[in-house]
């Protein structure tokens, strides 16, 4: 089992920058598909990015391609969500999750394990 904490959320101006960070307990975290997703006030989890176990690939949603890059250090257990250029429309909770199996996944269903989710909020 591996436990997810989320930090780095916070207020920010449109068009600028956060970096969020996903620390992971265990000793196997290099073995976890690593994903983020947002859930923006009224509206359903929504999957932002996800990266495969060996980390030299990342998968994004069409919305924050170019703008956010997801990276993981298995050394320290953590994977990085950074966020550049924000806009109002990504204010959300981001949560990480991991998941056991499988190659990596775009859907929720495809993540065992959840952080706590960290607040993002982008004033226009």
């Known amino acids: 089992q591996v436990q997810l904490v989320e930090s780095g959320g916070g207020l920010v101006q449109a068009g600028g920058s956060l970096r969020l960070s996903c620390a992971a307990s265990?000793?196997?975290?290099?073995?976890?598909?690593m994903g983020w997703f947002r859930q923006a006030p009224g509206k359903e989890r929504e999957f932002v990015a996800a990266?495969?176990?060996?980390?030299?690939?990342?998968y994004y949603a069409d919305s924050v391609k170019g703008r956010f890059t997801s990276s993981r250090d298995n050394a320290k257990n953590t994977v990085y969500l950074q966020m550049n250029s924000l806009k109002p429309e990504d204010t959300a909770v981001y949560y990480c999750?991991?998941?056991?199996?499988?190659?990596?996944?775009?859907?929720?269903?495809?993540?065992?394990?959840w952080g706590q989710g960290t607040q993002v909020t982008v004033s226009s």
């Open positions: 990266m495969p176990r060996s980390g030299d690939i990342t």
């Open positions: 999750a991991a998941a056991k199996a499988g190659g990596y996944s775009i859907t929720e269903d495809g993540y065992d394990y």
């Open positions: 265990g000793r196997t975290f290099s073995r976890y598909v």
